[in-house]
């Protein structure tokens, strides 16, 4: 399983972007995906899940309303769209994949791709 993610960049408080993964090498036991993210000197934190079928999706409290995770299961791609950000969320955003038939082992990483938001 490999997954690549992509989308970060710098944007203003109150700005919005949109983070993807893509994803390859994917089983029929593939059950969720994941973004996590780092901020420096921090440890890393789940940010929010989905998963694979079904509607059911995962947030943590911070981001909550502000952010929305969405799949497209024909182009094996996961999106986190950001809004509303805040000076908090910057940080190295990563998506995961858990072992196969598990909702919340996380096993297989993306490389990440930095979010910064400039207040």
């Known amino acids: 399983v490999q997954l690549q993610a992509f989308g970060g960049g710098l944007v203003q408080a109150g700005g919005s972007l949109r983070l993807s993964c893509a994803v390859s090498?994917?089983?029929?036991?593939?059950?969720?995906l994941g973004w996590f993210r780092q901020a420096p000197g921090k440890e890393r934190e789940f940010v929010a899940s989905i998963r694979w079928t079904g509607s059911n999706q995962y947030y943590h409290d911070s981001v909550k309303g502000r952010f929305t995770i969405s799949r497209d299961n024909a182009k094996n791609t996961v999106y986190l769209q950001m809004n509303s950000l805040k000076p908090e969320d910057t940080a190295l955003y990563f998506c995961?994949?858990?072992?196969?038939?598990?909702?919340?082992?996380?096993?297989?990483w993306g490389q990440g791709t930095l979010v910064t938001v400039s207040s």
């Open positions: 995961a994949i858990p072992r196969p038939g598990k909702v919340k082992e996380y096993a297989y």
């Open positions: 090498g994917l089983t029929g036991s593939t059950r969720a």
